[in-house]
């Protein structure tokens, strides 16, 4: 399987997902690399700040460089740039990594009508009260 290696700009932390203000979209790679590691795939990640012996020891990653850091975050698959300047989504990743992402298939019953999933319409309640009153009144 794949490895896919991510080249982060300097940040707080490893994730950058810390302090009282932190970036949604680091949140959601981080949650998205998460994920592919469930997936079975090789997930590794260097931030600049910590542990910038990484970012020298990789040629791709070095080449890049001379560019500027603006290229990162750089995403490598196998050791080949596969993406840089920008975060990619699950799907990208995926892709990259030969991971099929499945979406949920929500029936639409499920997602219309009655509280946590029923299949009832809003009506029903009320139609079931009506039926209810009516036996009271019949005693």
Partial sequence: MATI????PAMCCSTGVCG???????ARFAADLDWLQ???VKVERY?????PGAFAEAPAVKEALQRGTEVLPLVLLD???ATEGA????ETLAALAGVVVRKLNVPASASTGGCCGSSATPGDATKKKRRLRGRDRAR
């Fill in 5 to 8: 290696r991510v080249f982060d």
């Fill in 87 to 90: 975060y990619p989504s699950r």
């Fill in 47 to 51: 931030n600049l700040s910590s542990q």
């Fill in 79 to 81: 050791d080949r740039i």
């Fill in 20 to 26: 009282p203000t932190s970036d949604p979209e680091l």
């Fill in 38 to 40: 469930k997936q079975g």
